[in-house]
């Protein structure tokens, strides 16, 4: 897509995405449209200088100037940032969501899939297609999800945090986004391509129950704290007085909300045979250094608060032993 | 309770209909002559076909992707013995010594079908002059496309020019070979089509053309010469046009070898042999065309205290707020997209801004955002 020209009138380019337009070819009543949203997709806020020598007429110059590219028709390409309402316009500080790689009872650190090391930050996660790779792999490998039906109980959920991350509002019972909290997180979208994965209980592992897969076979999952107890839970406060923390578990420095926690599975089609893998992915993935070669299928995990619309996308890597 | 979605309310929700009008001029170049081979005469725009029931004109060599179809020409004649538009006895008689019979009252059968209907016992009526109270018994078809027609050509706005004398010989180069000659082309035009139109078509309205030669004058009842049909976008001219005596004192010859009446004329010759001669004849072909929009206005409206925060990772830092310093500065955000959603949150259709507009709890936004049918 081109950029909108910007020297004149503001225009506003408006174009059906694919989802909508094959809902219109269904011609069921499914194409209404309900409500909208306002994105920020191209404004980088880091380039918002409120120290600007100038003045604050200067604060936003380089904000405002920001080319902007036609729409894009595929609807998860676009609306990756929400503009949020808050009835409150004092806040400072919003809630983030984050992945927890540290709770004992989560699944763990993510790997730089390069050197296979533990990567604090933009890792991935490897997911085991089926069993003889899960096995072939065996046990403590950084970043290695179980992801074949059997090895999947026992596999540690994922877990997302939704909180402030910041130690400039400490951790109390009166500061904490506790159920009622405007800024507490209370659905979550996960979204992931239904060819390769779907989202499994973090209990025993079943298949969870899809909200619709759209037009490019991304699957929409949505977990509510009110009617989905066994994915979305609250992050408890801990510790001691005047020394708190969240659970002990958290990777959140500030008052926490709620908790996200998923498994993720390989579809059958991963799992029973390779040609997904040589279709969509490649071969000679080593996930221990100097052992087998694996098929791999890199793809996105992808978790949207409903309420705060904050994103997380983790990457995912579905091998399978060639 | 914090939210990125606002509802759309029945208020917000209008739906309007409106007609959008493009010029569509077509010169006698497109026509003939631009795309011709310098060597062998051969027209790369000009399709022709092995059933060679019609013949088709592309703006661009039609082999090329590039290339956009523009209109059909071809030729029939009625089955039927009778008058023809001069009220005169066919002379020749329809008949099966043609060559082509069966093409030209097959093609002649099915545009009256289509464009004119059946009477009472199930047969297929003839093209008939409203004006002249004639049936066009020997016709010309010119049906446009859609990519050129849209919905429907704009009444009134219809215009032909072609030139209705000389023989094929001096036309083989194209059009311009006839202007050597010294003769003027004649126009037809629907010049009464956007208050005298005709309904009784089952293809739906329809225009009488009339010829523009000083004799008769032009938009006499004998200057009708041929009707036009705005939606299915067909202009169906009698061969009587080619009649010495029909548009002025012009002579005609539209074969090769032939100075005779239209009857005659239809009567050699192939589909092909005539779309050829009448393509070299045109020098101008423009109409407005019709594209009925059927849209839905969505009005977005972001309050004052609305939609000022944003989910955008960049615009915390440690989940503070970047464009803030103090709790009690103005929360600001800037919106470059909307995006309209279904009831189960699935994006069906997004707007993006030229630039991205300021969003504070000082001001308020209204958006229109309109999506046409």
């Given at each position: 897509m ?8 503001i ?5 059906l ?7 219109l070819a269904?011609?069921d009543?499914?194409?209404r449209i309900?409500k ?7 404004i980088?806020y ?6 600007h020598?100038s003045g604050?007429?200067y ?10 590219l036609?729409a ?7 609306m990756?940032s929400?503009?949020?309402t ?7 500080y919003l809630?983030v969501?984050r992945l927890?790689?540290?709770g004992n009872s989560f699944?763990g650190s993510?790997?730089?899939?390069s050197?296979?090391a533990d990567?604090?930050a933009?890792g991935?996660?490897?997911v085991?297609?089926d069993?003889?790779?899960?096995q ?5 490998q950084?970043?290695?999800l ?7 109980t026992?596999?540690n959920p994922?877990a997302f945090?939704?909180?402030?991350d910041?130690t400039?509002?400490s951790i ?7 159920p ?7 659905q979550?979208?996960v ?5 390769f ?12 129950s899809?909200?619709f897969?759209d037009d490019?076979?991304i699957a929409?999952?949505f ?10 839970e609250?992050?408890t406060?801990?510790?001691?007085e005047?020394?708190?923390?969240n659970d002990?578990?958290?990777?959140l ?6 908790r996200?926690?998923i ?10 045979g ?7 992915g490649?071969?000679g993935?080593q996930?221990?250094a ?6 791999y299928i890199?793809?996105t995990?992808?978790?949207?608060g409903?309420?705060t619309?904050?994103?997380?996308d983790?990457?995912?890597?579905l091998v399978?032993k060639? | 309770m ?6 759309l309310?029945?208020?917000?929700i209008v739906?309007t ?6 010029s569509?001029p ?5 026509v003939?002559g ?5 060597t062998?005469?051969a027209e790369?725009?000009i399709?022709?076909y092995?059933h060679?029931q019609?013949q088709s ?9 590039s ?5 059909d020409v ?8 009778g008058?023809?538009?001069?009220g005169?006895?066919d002379d020749?008689?329809?008949?099966t010594?043609?060559?082509q ?5 097959n093609m002649?059968s099915?545009m ?12 297929i009526?003839p093209?008939r002059?409203?004006?002249r109270?004639v049936?066009m018994?020997?016709?010309v078809?010119?049906p ?6 849209k919905d429907e050509?704009?009444?009134?706005s219809?215009?032909?020019?072609m030139y209705?004398?000389?023989s094929?010989?001096?036309h083989?180069a194209g059009?311009?070979?006839i202007?050597a ?5 004649v126009t ?5 089509g956007s ?7 089952p293809a739906?309205?329809?225009g009488?053309?009339f010829?523009n030669?000083?004799?008769?004058e032009a938009?006499?009842?004998g200057a009708?010469?041929?009707?036009l049909?705005?939606?299915?976008g ?7 046009i080619f ?8 002579q005609h010859?539209?074969?090769?070898g032939s ?6 004329m239809f009567?050699?010759g192939?589909?092909d042999?005539?779309a050829?001669?009448i393509r070299?004849r045109i020098q101008?072909?423009?109409f407005?065309?019709?594209?009925e929009?059927?849209?839905?206005i ?7 205290n609305?939609?000022?925060?944003s989910s955008?990772?960049?615009y915390l830092?440690e989940s ?10 103005q929360?600001?955000?800037y919106l470059?997209?909307?995006g ?31 999506l046409?049918?």
């Amino acid at each position: 897509m081109a950029f909108l020209d910007n020297s004149g009138d503001i225009i506003l380019d408006a174009v059906l995405t694919d989802t909508g337009r094959m809902r219109l070819a269904r011609g069921d009543g499914s194409f209404r449209i309900a409500k909208f949203a306002f994105g920020d997709d191209e404004i980088n806020y880091e380039s918002y200088n409120k120290n600007h020598a100038s003045g604050s007429a200067y604060y936003d110059l380089t904000v405002l100037q920001t080319p902007i590219l036609e729409a894009f028709t595929n609807n998860t390409s676009t609306m990756k940032s929400k503009l949020l309402t808050v009835a409150r316009q004092d806040l400072l500080y919003l809630p983030v969501i984050r992945l927890n790689h540290d709770g004992n009872s989560f699944a763990g650190s993510t790997r730089n899939l390069s050197t296979r090391a533990d990567a604090d930050a933009g890792g991935s996660y490897i997911v085991t297609a089926d069993e003889s790779s899960r096995q072939n792999i065996g046990n403590g490998q950084i970043g290695v999800l179980h992801g074949d039906s059997t090895g999947v109980t026992d596999q540690n959920p994922l877990a997302f945090d939704q909180g402030l991350d910041t130690t400039a509002v400490s951790i109390s019972t009166n500061n904490a986004l506790s159920p009622g909290n405007p800024l507490r997180e209370t659905q979550y979208i996960v979204e992931v391509d239904d060819r390769f994965l779907k989202v499994a209980t973090p209990a025993d592992g079943s298949i969870a129950s899809v909200s619709f897969v759209d037009d490019d076979q991304i699957a929409s999952y949505f977990f509510s704290e009110v009617a989905d107890t066994a994915y979305v839970e609250n992050i408890t406060i801990g510790g001691n007085e005047g020394n708190r923390v969240n659970d002990n578990q958290s990777p959140l420095r500030g008052p926490a909300g709620s908790r996200l926690k998923i498994k993720l599975r390989a579809t059958e089609a991963a799992t029973n045979g390779t040609y997904l893998f040589t279709k969509f992915g490649n071969t000679g993935y080593q996930v221990i250094a100097g052992g087998d070669n694996y098929y791999y299928i890199d793809t996105t995990l992808r978790i949207t608060g409903f309420t705060t619309g904050y994103r997380v996308d983790i990457p995912i890597r579905l091998v399978k032993k060639q | 309770m914090a939210t990125t979605f606002k509802t759309l309310l029945s208020s917000d929700i209008v739906n309007t209909r409106n007609f959008l009008h493009e010029s569509v001029p077509l010169t006698g170049t497109i026509v003939s002559g631009t795309y011709n081979s310098t060597t062998d005469g051969a027209e790369y725009n000009i399709k022709n076909y092995a059933h060679g029931q019609f013949q088709s004109v592309y703006d661009y060599p039609y082999l090329s992707s590039s290339a956009n179809h523009l209109f059909d020409v071809t030729v029939g004649y009625s089955p039927k013995e009778g008058s023809d538009a001069f009220g005169q006895a066919d002379d020749p008689a329809p008949s099966t010594a043609d060559s082509q019979y069966t093409k030209k009252t097959n093609m002649y059968s099915q545009m009256a079908q289509l464009l004119v209907g059946y009477d009472e016992s199930g047969s297929i009526k003839p093209f008939r002059n409203p004006i002249r109270d004639v049936n066009m018994k020997q016709c010309v078809f010119l049906p446009f496309s859609r990519l050129l027609v849209k919905d429907e050509i704009k009444k009134g706005s219809f215009s032909l020019a072609m030139y209705v004398s000389g023989s094929d010989e001096e036309h083989g180069a194209g059009f311009g070979a006839i202007s050597a000659l010294g003769v003027d082309p004649v126009t037809f035009t629907d010049a009464s089509g956007s208050d005298g139109y005709y309904t009784d078509s089952p293809a739906g309205e329809y225009g009488v053309l009339f010829h523009n030669d000083d004799s008769p004058e032009a938009d006499d009842a004998g200057a009708a010469s041929g009707l036009l049909y705005y939606q299915a976008g067909i202009a169906v001219l009698t061969a009587s046009i080619f009649n010495d005596g029909f548009c002025g004192n012009q002579q005609h010859a539209l074969l090769s070898g032939s100075n005779q009446g239209s009857a005659q004329m239809f009567m050699s010759g192939t589909i092909d042999n005539f779309a050829d001669a009448i393509r070299h004849r045109i020098q101008n072909i423009s109409f407005n065309n019709t594209t009925e929009l059927n849209s839905t206005i969505y009005f977005c409206r972001a309050n004052a205290n609305e939609f000022n925060y944003s989910s955008n990772p960049t615009y915390l830092s440690e989940s503070q707020i970047r464009v803030k310093t103090n709790a009690s500065d103005q929360p600001i955000s800037y919106l470059t997209t909307v995006g309209l959603y279904g009831a189960d949150n699935e994006l069906l259709a997004v707007a993006k801004l030229s630039e991205p507009l300021k969003k504070t709890n000082t001001n308020e936004l209204t958006l229109r955002v309109r999506l046409d049918y």
